[in-house]
C-alpha cells in the first residue's frame, strides 16, 4: 500500500514536502513515481526514482525545482517542491511501478499501485 501526505495550500514561491509511506510489500525492485492531476487535465508524471539504485527522472516543468528522495529505513519516498506556482496546483499521487526501465517511467501505465493521492493548492 501506499500512503501519499503533506499536501496544503501555499503561497507562490512557497514550499511543500510530500510524502509517500509504503506498507504490505518490499519494494526494493520497484521504481517509485509521483504524478499529478490538476481539475479538468490528465494525470501526468512528475518524478521517479528506482528504489535500488537511486536514479530519477523529472518531468522537464519541474526540473531544477523539485527533488524526489527516498529513505529505505523509512520505507518512505519524498518529494521536495520548491519554488511552486500556480500551475502545480494539483492532487499529487505516488505509484509504485515493479522493474520499470528509465524509457517508461513517465508513462502511468508502467505503475501497478497507486496511493490515495494528496492536494496541492498554490496561490498566487
Known amino acids: 500500500q501506499l500512503q501519499a501526505s503533506g499536501g496544503g495550500l501555499v503561497q507562490a514561491g512557497g514550499a511543500l514536502r510530500l510524502s509517500c509511506a509504503t506498507s504490505?510489500?518490499?519494494?526494493?525492485?520497484?521504481?517509485m513515481g509521483w504524478f499529478r492531476q490538476a481539475p479538468g487535465k490528465e494525470r501526468e508524471f512528475v518524478a521517479a526514482?528506482?528504489?535500488?539504485?537511486?536514479?530519477?527522472t523529472y518531468a522537464d516543468s519541474v526540473k531544477s525545482r523539485f527533488t524526489i528522495s527516498k529513505d529505505n529505513a523509512q520505507n518512505s519516498v519524498y518529494l521536495q517542491m520548491n519554488d511552486l506556482k500556480p500551475e502545480d496546483t494539483a492532487i499529487y499521487y505516488c505509484?509504485?511501478?515493479?522493474?520499470?526501465?528509465?524509457?517508461?517511467?513517465?508513462?502511468?501505465?508502467?505503475?501497478?499501485?497507486w496511493g490515495q493521492g494528496t492536494e496541492v493548492t498554490v496561490s498566487s
Open positions: 526514482i528506482k528504489w535500488s539504485g537511486g536514479s530519477t
Open positions: 505509484a509504485a511501478g515493479y522493474g520499470v526501465i528509465q524509457s517508461v517511467m513517465h508513462l502511468k501505465r508502467a505503475y501497478d499501485y
Open positions: 504490505g510489500r518490499t519494494f526494493g525492485r520497484y521504481v
